[in-house]
């Protein structure tokens, strides 16, 4: 029987598919991307939207962590309802969102459980989505953080992005080494570890993208895909996340394959022409 005591909270940073956050009732805490001076709450944009935006931008936007208020208010209603609340934060070493929440739960009587995925975009996202399944199936708040605190060190994220544009634009990479990488079709293979995005390699050209992420999927978490959820994400290039979907399911052949586009605070780091997977090691 499901537990419908606790309440699943995340953030923005998760890139939580609105339709898997209906389906458990997950709540999503927006987040706040700048456009060009003009403000969106990532919950009231599609993620279309957001790349038409991006691609149309003078400048690369900016996002905005949720504020404690933002987290004392929705705490504040969930333990009025007599629920338990548990939420799953995105990595703290990269948003100062978890602080938020933390301080946000010092001032409110209840019973909050507060967990840093220790990792970003639907890395976080599968953490959040074990734990509201679980709790589907009638498991207790105990046991549900029991298996989180197993599965955060075996969260597997494997990333690029067909441009080196967005990178130089929001300054993670400067204009020498864009115009170099660019010349040669340099594309950095990302990975997150310990919290943080962190480039593990890179490939020269946008076709040895995929067949890295598989290859480095496969050294990393085995070959045996048959119990296994596998998530893959895209922006607007959503030819590569299906040249993706046809190398998992050719090449891993997992239990549940979930497709995603990368949300507005994702996107704004990324630029829109990203392609990526997760799993479970």
């Known amino acids: 029987m499901k537990n419908n005591s606790v309440k699943v909270i995340c953030d923005g940073i998760a890139n939580m598919p609105r339709e898997l956050a209906k389906q458990y009732e997950i709540e999503v805490v927006p987040l706040t991307v700048r456009v060009d001076g003009k403000e969106y709450r990532d919950i009231d944009i599609t993620d279309e939207q957001f790349y038409v935006m991006m691609r149309e931008a003078k400048e690369m936007p900016k996002t905005s962590q949720a504020t404690y208020i933002d987290f004392k ?4 209603r969930h333990v009025a309802d007599g629920k338990t609340v548990l939420y799953i934060s995105g990595s703290s070493k990269s948003s100062g969102t978890y602080q938020s929440a933390v301080l946000a739960s010092k001032d409110v009587e209840g019973d909050i459980h ?11 996202g599968m953490l959040v989505l074990t734990a509201a399944r679980m709790l589907n199936e ?3 708040i105990e046991e549900v953080l029991k298996e989180l605190e197993s599965l955060r060190d075996r969260v597997f994220v494997s990333m690029s992005m067909n441009s080196l544009e967005y990178l130089k634009k929001g300054g993670r990479i400067s204009n020498g080494k864009a115009l170099v990488g660019n ?6 293979m990302l990975t997150v570890k310990d919290g943080l995005i962190f480039q593990e390699g890179q490939v020269r050209g946008n076709k040895k993208i995929i067949p890295t992420i598989i290859k480095r999927t496969k050294e990393v978490c085995g070959e045996d895909f048959s119990d296994r959820t596998i998530a893959i994400g895209c922006g607007d290039n959503l030819e590569d996340r299906e040249q ?16 995603i586009t990368i949300n507005p605070p994702m996107c704004s780091h990324s630029g829109p022409g ?5 799993c479970f090691k």
């Open 114 to 124: 507060i967990f840093d995925s220790m990792s970003i975009c639907f890395g976080c």
């Open 73 to 76: 208010d929705i705490f504040d």
């Open 138 to 140: 009638g498991a207790s």
């Open 244 to 259: 993706l979907k046809e190398a998992v399911l050719r090449e891993l052949n997992p239990k549940e394959l979930i497709l």
């Open 274 to 278: 990203f392609i990526g997977l997760t």
């Open 183 to 188: 010349m040669l079709s340099l594309r950095p």
